[in-house]
């Protein structure tokens, strides 16, 4: 961590206008100057990652696909490195090469030959192998316009019994439904307001659509702290679902 990294990121962050007519270009051009700080930033940004990503269940069969929907520089495949073994394959798929270049990088250095990067919108990607078992969204879902279709896709690929797991900021709703977390008047206001300026956007349906078609296995909100925002906390769940059939 340094001082001159930080303040690169946090130019980008808050100054840096982000430009670009399609979707793919705009996260380029949000990403691009910040690719090189990005992993460290995010560790202190983005909570409940390494967690989420060691309590997903790996089918026993060993040929088990893991798609990681938005999955920038690979970080969280570090967190599970150890049960890449059991896997057949695991996907990163994201729209930024210079995050999927970063991810490469990553890959080569840790000689994982069963983790690819693939450049695809998460909408519409389907793994060679026609299916995934395990599914990941760390905080991709609030920077996916067509969030609900990158959702609908999960369910698409996965087989019944297939495993999603998903960390991102949030809002409650208004009236958030029994066992799910609710957020006051400040808090539904202001860090919606505060995230949009980067094209993040926190969703008071994200929640409620996942359990809707999803069966819950679990479900924890929480708040983590902003680096730089002194004493400001920002909400974040992490939501383990399962998809229903037999
Ligand atoms: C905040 S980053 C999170 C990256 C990574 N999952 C992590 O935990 O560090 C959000 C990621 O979602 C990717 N993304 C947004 N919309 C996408 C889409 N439609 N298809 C693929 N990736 C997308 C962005 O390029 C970015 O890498």
Same mark, same amino acid.
């Given at each position: 961590? =340094? +001082? ?24 380029? %051009? ?6 090189g700080? #990005? ?8 909570? !409940? ?8 269940? @790996?089918?026993?069969s060993?040929?088990?696909? *893991?798609v ?13 490195? &150890?049960?890449?073994?059991q896997?057949?394959? @695991?996907?990163?798929?994201?729209? =930024?090469? =210079? ?20 450049e ?19 905080? %991709? ?5 067509? *969030? ?14 297939? %495993?999603? !797991? /998903?960390? &991102?900021?949030? @809002? =409650?709703?208004? #009236? ?8 006051? *008047? ?7 307001? *505060? ?11 994200? /929640?409620? #659509?996942?359990a ?11 708040? !983590?702290?902003?680096?730089y925002? +002194?004493?400001?906390k920002?909400?974040? #769940? ?9």
């Open positions: 961590m =340094s +001082l001159l990294t930080d303040l690169r990121i946090l130019y980008h962050l808050a100054c840096n206008p982000i430009r670009g007519g399609t979707h793919r270009e705009r996260l380029e %051009s949000f990403y691009k100057g910040q690719a700080g #990005y992993d460290d930033f995010r560790r202190r940004l983005l909570k !409940g990652r390494e967690p989420l990503y060691r309590r997903m269940p @790996v089918p026993p060993g040929d088990g696909v *893991w990681d929907m938005g999955g920038g520089t690979g970080a969280n495949i570090e967190a599970i490195a &150890d049960r890449l073994p896997l057949k394959k @695991v996907y990163i798929v994201d729209l =930024s090469p =210079s995050l999927l270049a970063i991810a490469r990088e990553r890959i080569d250095k840790n000689g994982w030959t069963n983790v690819e990067a693939v695809a919108d998460v909408t519409q990607f389907v793994p060679p192998e026609g299916h995934a078992d395990i599914i990941t969204f760390s905080y %991709s879902l609030t920077m996916i316009p067509d *969030w609900f279709a990158a959702i609908d896709q999960a369910v698409r690929l996965l087989p019944p019994g297939g %495993s999603i !797991g /998903v960390v &991102d900021f949030f @809002v =409650s709703r208004k #009236y958030p439904a029994d066992g799910y977390t609710g957020h006051g *008047w400040y808090t539904r206001t202001f860090w919606p307001a *505060w995230f949009a300026q980067d094209n993040v956007f926190l969703n008071p349906d994200h /929640v409620p #659509y996942l809707n078609r999803f069966e819950r296995v679990a479900f924890r909100g929480n708040r !983590g702290k902003v680096p925002m +002194l004493g400001m920002v909400p974040y #769940y992490q939501f383990v679902g399962r998809k229903r059939g037999t």
